[in-house]
């Protein structure tokens, strides 16, 4: 896969195109969320994400 030119981040010596895959899984893997907290998430996710000048690009999980 070939990243574009946007998505290039470059510095003085360095080029760099990173993806970050993080997966949280509750205690015995309990169904404890609702959509309500789900929406929570992904709004805080997002806010942090545009903090270290990144992008979420996908925020899911299982009801």
């Given at each position: 896969m070939q990243a574009s030119e946007e998505e290039l981040r470059t510095k003085?010596?360095?080029v760099h195109h990173l993806h970050l895959h993080l997966v949280f899984v509750t205690k015995y893997r309990?169904?404890?969320f609702s959509e309500k907290m789900y929406e929570r998430l992904r709004f805080h996710f997002d806010r942090v994400c545009k903090d270290f000048?990144?992008?979420l690009v996908?925020?899911?999980g299982e009801l």
């Open positions: 003085r010596h360095v309990k169904k404890v000048g990144c992008s996908e925020c899911d």
